[in-house]
């Protein structure tokens, strides 16, 4: 009981704190070690005491170790602590760390709970195809369901053929296209009129740019573009985007003469 009364009012042990902020003493020894967090006196029998605005400290160093940072990071971040507004800037700098982290590690179980399906509705095991898939969450790639339906061939051609920037942009063309198929079919807009002319034409367009010129692709690629997200509910608005993209691709055609599966 002594020791315990030795210990002045307002102040606690390392043995208290630990116990009240549910770290270790090991822990507050090694950051004691380190500088990173210095007990504010020293009992009368040489026991090492803080105060409750240690215990701030220590859980503003804590915040930080949880979001990664290393402890010498950390050493630059601390910040004092001596006014209310002091106090209130360390706790929205740690609430904005911790808003962060929950936005990337919302988009990462995103990203996880997509994979997961792909996975399932393969009914195979294919790391190559995993891997791409990834690779085109990340890249917010909505389409990224299709690499399931593509075979090697089309896969390697990708990996080799295009950076993430040419890759993007392909992308953001087919997203477009694909919304405009949407819109047409929406407004009764026949696949053989004018404007299914010239839709068909851009699509073409970004069909002969993807490939670059390799026809041997084409039927793998278009059979991949007959399919329909199962993991979205509106499964039928790609539907109908499809179904108007090959309505108006066999119009053009027969407008243009061109057979691209002629030597196929």
């Known amino acids: 009981m002594k020791e315990y009364r030795a210990i002045p009012e307002g102040y606690m042990t390392v043995g208290q ?7 270790t003493v090991r822990t507050l020894q090694y950051y004691d070690k380190e500088g990173l967090l210095t007990p504010s006196s020293e009992s009368d029998g040489g026991r090492r005491l803080y ?4 215990m ?3 859980n503003q160093i804590l915040s930080l ?3 990664g940072f290393s402890l010498d990071d950390i050493k630059k971040r601390l ?8 106090v209130a800037n360390v706790l929205a ?3 904005d760390a911790i808003k962060r982290q929950i936005e990337s590690l919302s988009v990462t179980l995103a990203e996880i709970e997509a994979l997961k399906d792909e996975v399932l509705q393969m009914q195979t095991v294919d790391f190559k195809k995993y891997a791409d898939i990834i690779v085109n969450l990340q890249m917010k790639n909505e389409n990224y369901w299709l690499i399931k339906y593509f075979d090697d061939k089309i896969l390697d051609y990708c990996e080799n053929s295009f950076d993430k920037e040419s890759a993007l942009e392909i ?3 087919y997203s477009y296209l694909n919304d ?3 819109r047409f079919q929406n407004a009764g807009i026949s696949p053989d009129s004018e404007e299914g002319y010239r839709f068909a034409e851009e699509f073409w367009r970004m069909i002969v740019k993807f490939t670059g010129g390799d026809m041997s692709l084409l039927p793998s690629l278009l059979e991949a573009g007959t399919h329909d997200n199962q993991n979205e509910n509106p499964a039928q608005i790609q539907g109908n985007a499809n179904d108007f993209i090959g309505k108006a691709l066999e119009a053009y055609f027969a407008k243009s003469g061109e057979n691209p599966f002629d030597g196929i």
Request: net charge neutral; glycine share 6%; no cysteine.
């Open 171 to 173: 992308i953001e063309t």
């Open 51 to 54: 105060t409750n605005k240690d």
């Open 56 to 58: 701030i400290k220590l």
């Open 65 to 67: 170790k949880s979001l």
């Open 93 to 95: 700098g740690q609430a």
């Open 79 to 86: 910040i004092p602590l001596d006014s209310p507004a002091d």
């Open 17 to 23: 704190l630990a116990k009240k902020s549910g770290t």
């Open 180 to 182: 405009e198929a949407v």
